[in-house]
């Protein structure tokens, strides 16, 4: 069974920090692009990471380059997301989704996931 599983969510102080895991099962990993995504209550869903296969590639869609950082380990079939500076407005939903050997620059978009985890509840608190 294909499967992602997100962790390490949960309630943050404004300018706190998190790292959150996205652990797969059930495909070859490393022959998948993955990518992170957010949603707040009441908005659309938005791509905040993606990261290539081999991880040699990282894309940041929204401007949170800064204070993101996407990473995977191949061996351990895990990708991160580790989160600093956080600010109320970063308070969502948090998915990591995957697409099997994406190529370009384009596909990290809700619309070209192919796989997705059930999500990880981050909340930052003034």
């Known amino acids: 069974q294909l499967q992602l599983v997100e962790s390490g969510g949960g309630l943050v102080q404004v300018g706190g920090s998190l790292r959150l895991s996205c652990a797969a099962s059930?495909?070859?990993?490393?022959?998948?692009?993955i990518g992170w995504f957010r949603q707040a209550p009441g908005k659309e869903r938005e791509g905040v990471s993606c990261?290539?296969?081999?991880?040699?590639?990282?894309f940041y869609v929204t401007s949170e380059k800064g204070r993101f950082t996407i990473s995977r380990d191949n061996d351990k079939n895990t990708a991160y997301l580790q989160m600093s500076s956080l600010k109320p407005e970063d308070t969502a939903v948090y998915y990591c989704?995957?697409?099997?050997?994406?190529?370009?620059?384009?596909?990290?978009?809700?619309?070209?996931?192919?796989?997705w985890g059930s999500g990880t509840q981050v909340t930052v608190s003034s």
């Open positions: 990261i290539s296969t081999s991880g040699l590639y990282t």
């Open positions: 059930g495909f070859t990993f490393d022959r998948y692009g």
């Open positions: 989704a995957a697409v099997m050997t994406p190529y370009g620059e384009d596909w990290c978009e809700v619309a070209e996931m192919e796989l």
